[in-house]
C-alpha cells in the first residue's frame, strides 16, 4: 500500500485540486496487474481449471490469481525466473528446439528467443539472461539486445562447461557469481565429490560477467547414508541480499525432506527448517523465500497446498494457499540486482525533474536522468493508484531523457481531470512526482 498523499504540501497546486474536487488525502495502492515487488508467481503444469499457466499468489493474504493460461506447450520446463531489465517473466518449454518465453504483467507472451534450447535461466539484472542446456553442458548468456553468446572459460578461448545435470541456475550479485544447484546421484558431477547430495557450485565470473574467473568451489548436503539418492533440488529463492534458499527432496521414506540457506560468500550450508514426518515420494514439489513474508514458501507435492514455514521450523507448516495446482517453480519478484559494478553511482545520480507543464491542459514533458545505461520503467497511476499508462520500459542509455505524455491510458482514452502520480523506476530505487490534469 502506497502512503496516503498529502495535497496540502503541494504548494500552489492546492486550490487547484479543491477545485476539481479532489480530497486532500488520497490513498495510493499499486496496481494489481503490475509486477509488485514481494509477490509469488507460480508456474503450474495443472491449476484448477486450466491445462498449465503462471499464477500470482499474494504472499500475505495467499490470494490467487491467473496471469496467464498456457495450452499449446504440450509440457513446461521447470525454469522460471524474474527479468527486471524487461519487466517480465520467463520460462521455457519442453517442445523440440526450446523456446524461451517472456510474460508481462498484463499476461501478454512473447518469444524471445526462438529454438534456443534452455534448460536454465538466470537474470543479471541489466539484461544479461544466463542460460544452459542447449549444448548439453555449455554456458551461454542472452545480451539485452537479445543475442547470443558462449559464456567464456577460464582461457577465454573456449564456451565454459560443467558435466552434469542441473535444477537451478542462479546469478548472484553480491559475489558476481553463478549458482549451480543440483540434486546429485551417482556421482554425476564430479566436482561435488559425493555419490549422494544436495550440491550447490559457485562459478565466479570477471566483472563483465562474461567469463570465468574460477577455480570453482561447491557445498553439499551429504545423504550418502541413504539407500535412495536424492531425488530433485526443487527451488530457490533470494534470502535477504547475502543467501540464496532452496528446497531438497529426498525421494524416500527414511529422510526428511528440508530446505538449506546457503551463505555464498563462504559457500557452507545450514538448514533452514524441515518437512515431516516424510510424506512420501515427491513430497516437497517446489518452494522460494519470501522476503515480504519472512518465511519459506513451499509446495506439499501429495496435495494442492503451498505451506508456510518460519526459520527452525519443522513439521507439516502451516496454508497458504489452496488449489495451486502441480507447481513446477515458485519466483518472488524483486528488483534489478543492486551488486552489479557502478550500482551506488547510478542510483545517485539518477533522477526525475518535475513534470511540465504542471497543471496540465495539453501534453506532458517529462524529462529523467540515468547516470548510466539500464532498465528505466516510467509508469502513470491515477488518484485510486492504479496504473494507467506505461511510458516507458526496458533498457535505456545513459544520459538525459525526455518522454510525452498525451493525457491518455494504455488504450488510448482520454484521461478525466484529476491528481496523478508520474512514478520513474531506475536504478534500484524509485522516484514519483505528482501532476494535475485539469480537462
Not at 25 to 52: H, M, N
Not at 271 to 278: F, H, L, Q, R, S
Not at 288 to 311: E, F, I, K, M, P
Request: aromatic share 8%; glycine share 12%.
Amino acid at each position: 500500500m502506497r502512503k496516503p498523499l498529502d495535497v496540502s504540501s503541494f504548494g500552489p497546486l492546492y486550490a487547484a485540486l479543491i477545485a476539481i474536487g479532489l480530497s486532500p488525502a488520497i490513498a495510493w495502492s499499486p496496481a494489481r496487474a503490475d509486477f509488485v515487488t514481494g509477490d509469488l508467481y507460480v508456474l503450474s503444469q495443472a491449476a484448477p481449471g486450466i491445462t498449465q499457466g503462471i499464477l500470482r499468489i499474494d504472499p500475505l493474504t495467499g490470494d490467487t490469481s491467473v496471469l496467464i493460461d498456457i495450452d499449446d506447450a504440450p509440457q513446461l520446463r521447470p525454469t522460471f525466473s524474474y527479468d527486471p531489465y524487461r519487466d517480465r517473466l520467463i520460462y521455457a518449454d519442453a517442445t523440440a528446439g526450446g523456446n524461451l518465453f517472456a510474460v508481462d504483467d498484463q499476461g501478454n507472451r512473447s518469444n524471445l528467443a526462438p529454438g534456443i534450447g534452455a534448460m536454465k535461466v538466470a537474470a543479471r539484472g541489466d539484461g544479461v539472461l544466463y542460460l544452459w542446456g542447449n549444448a548439453g553442458s555449455t554456458f551461454r548468456y542472452l545480451d539485452a539486445l537479445d543475442a547470443v553468446h558462449d559464456l567464456l572459460d577460464e582461457s577465454g578461448l573456449a564456451a565454459f562447461q560443467l558435466e552434469g545435470s542441473f535444477e537451478e541456475l542462479i546469478y548472484e550479485p553480491e559475489t558476481g557469481s553463478l549458482i549451480v544447484l543440483t540434486g546429485q546421484r551417482n556421482g554425476a558431477v564430479p566436482i561435488c565429490e559425493l555419490p549422494a547430495a544436495a550440491c550447490a557450485i559457485r562459478i565466479p565470473l570477471s566483472e563483465d560477467g562474461n567469463q570465468v574467473v574460477g577455480p570453482l568451489q561447491h557445498a553439499v548436503v551429504d545423504i550418502s547414508s541413504i539407500w535412495y539418492s536424492l531425488e530433485v533440488v526443487v527451488g530457490s529463492g533470494r534470502f535477504g541480499d547475502s543467501g540464496i534458499f532452496f528446497a531438497v527432496d529426498t525421494n524416500t521414506n527414511e529422510q526428511e525432506a528440508r530446505m538449506q540457506v546457503l551463505d555464498v560468500a563462504t559457500m557452507t550450508l545450514a538448514t533452514y527448517a524441515a518437512n515431516g514426518p516424510y510424506i512420501g515420494v515427491a513430497g516437497m514439489m517446489t518452494g522460494t523465500y519470501s522476503n515480504l513474508r519472512g518465511q519459506a514458501v513451499v509446495h506439499r507435492g501429495t496435495v494442492d497446498d503451498l505451506l508456510v514455514y518460519g526459520q527452525g521450523e519443522g513439521g507439516e507448516g502451516t496454508v497458504l494457499a489452496n488449489d495451486v495446482g502441480y507447481p513446477l517453480r515458485i519466483v518472488e519478484i524483486r528488483p534489478a540486482a543492486t551488486g552489479l559494478p557502478g550500482a551506488a553511482e547510478s542510483a545517485a545520480g539518477t533522477r526525475l525533474e518535475p513534470v511540465w507543464p504542471n497543471p496540465l491542459r495539453g501534453a506532458a514533458v517529462v524529462r529523467f536522468t540515468l547516470a548510466a545505461a539500464g532498465l528505466a520503467r516510467v509508469t502513470i497511476y491515477n488518484a485510486a493508484g492504479r496504473h494507467v499508462r506505461r511510458l516507458a520500459v526496458g533498457g535505456r542509455p545513459a544520459g538525459p531523457q525526455e518522454l510525452i505524455w498525451d493525457r491518455r491510458d494504455d488504450a488510448g482514452r482520454a484521461l478525466p481531470s484529476g491528481l496523478y502520480l508520474v512514478e520513474l523506476e531506475a536504478a534500484g530505487r524509485t522516484q514519483a512526482q505528482k501532476v494535475v490534469l485539469l480537462r
